[in-house]
């Protein structure tokens, strides 16, 4: 996982440019009553130690494949509420430099990396046609390998003791000390056994309800 | 210097000697009145405040502070071993759940009938627990769950809870379930009063439908009952709690500790209303008597003159 981290971080300062894409849809909302996501999954992001002010570029990691990005990005205090489409128009790889242009940055710049936190997708289908989502790793600041940067979920739930699956191996996830939680209450450090590649996590919040991503690490 | 200059300022030699000690416990008295009203104003709830919070909810979380937490008694339930699953069987007997330290229980109840506890380990290396049954005592894994069917025959659960206590849980935009609450209840408040010291009560504290109550975290353990009964709903718990604070928290707000308005300290510390009252009408007969005095005095000046005028007028 954090070989990975280091060597595509080295292909992203090698290989992306703002011409790499274009920024098809964003929208963005900033007051007291934000409608947030409204799924459980609110992030997948790398978090860092350290407070990263500057929120001009997200960046973010995804297969060759997949030319079609949706980037939703929340606070946690449910103020700020953005959503991002992006189209690639040619292939890319490595950790990928977004432009974030929000008109809201100078009241963003006081969150914390983990109190601003993003999601990039693309929706699929399965085989009953049912929509899915395959979600990829986002990060304020370009990984590195000395950046110390750890992939947490964030998750909004009702629960007491919500917790994902991944290869049949449960982890709980655990409360988020903030003194507003509104658009997620929950962060789950992934293991460092995360395998490469395509994962089905399936996240449980009680009572046998379960809901299933596909992520791309 | 500045005293001399006070003291010159407000000439106080024209100040009857007879009068000039009333002046002064005039002076006093008020200073005594603005010390007290400070004192009020600015004391706020201590180590000696004990709150005492009645509510009834859907939902209490507690984690205790050490491995003597009580046992948890129960009967006529369900068991899972992880959290997800509970199995077909009723077990009637009774069991006895002992809490790990470091670990979280969770009780759930929104309607009549079952009762959800959920014991989660610190983390994945530690246990939740042990289940001792008639037969055999059970280490638990990190996080084990039981319903409790409450009925006609098992109409009430009842545990005592000594650790960090929170009441409902705290409201966000979560759409993947429907949010246990804290449907109702209040704060008892118990201060030492302003003059003796003994213990007075205020006025209690209404908590709301859907608000989350914590306790401050570098406290005393908070202690308590928590009881579900079968013709009721939700469960019922009596907290108390020594020192530190109680916050209330709202959906999208930062949880606010309770306090109260120094009026409220005053109205409700039956002393201070009695020594204030004391202290005013004490005040107002000082200002009498130094009025009456003054007059007294201005009366036998007045007469003096007049004598002292009709005697030179006799000589002359």
């Known amino acids: ?217 | 210097m500045i005293f001399s200059q006070i003291k010159d300022s407000l000439e106080f030699d024209l100040i009857p000697y007879n009068i000039r000690w009333l002046v002064s416990l005039f002076l006093l008295t008020t200073f005594l009145i603005v010390l007290l009203l400070c004192i009020t104003v600015f004391s706020k709830f201590g180590e000696s405040t004990k709150y005492t919070t009645s509510a009834k909810s859907e939902f209490f979380q507690y984690k205790p502070h050490d491995k003597n937490s009580s046992s948890i008694l129960i009967k006529n339930y369900r068991t899972s071993f992880d959290c997800d699953e509970y199995s077909p069987q009723l077990i009637k007997e009774t069991a006895v759940l002992n809490i790990a330290k470091g670990a979280t229980l969770s009780m759930t109840r929104f309607g009549n009938g079952e009762l959800k506890i959920e014991m989660l380990g610190l983390d994945a290396e530690h246990s939740a627990g042990n289940l001792e049954t008639d037969y055999d005592e059970t280490e638990l894994p990190i996080c084990f769950s039981t319903l409790i069917e409450l009925n006609e025959l098992n109409p009430v659960f009842s545990v005592n809870i000594i650790g960090d206590i929170s009441i409902g849980l705290e409201l966000t935009d979560a759409n993947d379930a429907y949010f246990p609450i804290l449907l109702e209840g209040e704060v008892l408040i118990t201060d030492l009063s302003l003059i003796t010291n003994s213990a007075y009560q205020l006025s209690p504290q209404k908590i709301n439908k859907g608000e989350h109550l914590y306790f401050s975290e570098n406290q005393s353990p908070s202690k308590g009952l928590i009881r579900a009964e079968y013709q009721s709903n939700a469960i019922d718990g009596v907290i108390f709690s020594n020192g530190g604070e109680v916050y209330i928290q709202q959906y999208r707000t930062a949880g606010k500790p309770i306090e109260t308005s120094f009026l409220n300290r005053i109205s409700d510390d039956n002393e201070s209303v009695i020594t204030f009252s004391i202290l005013i009408i004490f005040i107002q007969f000082i200002s009498f008597s130094i009025s009456f005095l003054l007059r007294l005095k201005i009366l036998k000046n007045y007469t003096e003159e007049n004598q002292n005028e009709k005697a030179i007028d006799e000589i002359t």
């Open chain 1, 1 to 217: 996982m954090f070989f990975r981290l280091w060597f595509l971080s080295l292909m992203a300062i090698s290989s992306v440019n703002a011409e790499d894409y274009k920024l098809v849809d964003f929208s963005e909302e900033y007051s007291d009553n934000v409608d947030v996501s409204g799924g459980l999954l609110i992030g997948y992001q790398l978090i860092g130690s350290t407070l990263t002010k500057s929120k001009k570029h997200i960046y973010l990691s995804k297969p060759d494949d997949v030319d079609k990005v949706e980037i939703v990005i929340s606070t946690i205090d449910g103020v700020y509420s953005a959503s991002m489409k992006i189209e690639f128009i040619r292939e890319s790889n490595g950790w990928l430099p977004i432009h974030f242009p929000s008109e809201h940055a100078e009241k963003l710049k006081g969150y914390d990396q983990s109190e601003l936190v993003a999601y990039g997708f693309t929706r699929k289908k399965d085989r009953a046609k049912k929509t899915y989502l395959q979600i990829f790793p986002v990060s304020w600041e370009l990984p590195s390998a000395n950046s110390k940067l750890k992939p947490k979920f964030f998750i909004n739930s009702a629960s007491s003791m919500p917790r994902y699956n991944i290869k049949r191996k449960d982890s709980f996830c655990k409360k988020i000390n903030a003194e507003v939680k509104t658009a997620f209450n929950f962060y789950c450090d992934i293991s460092e056994d995360f395998p490469n590649g395509n994962n089905l996590i399936l996240f449980n919040t009680g009572s046998g309800k379960k809901k299933k991503y596909l992520v791309w690490n």
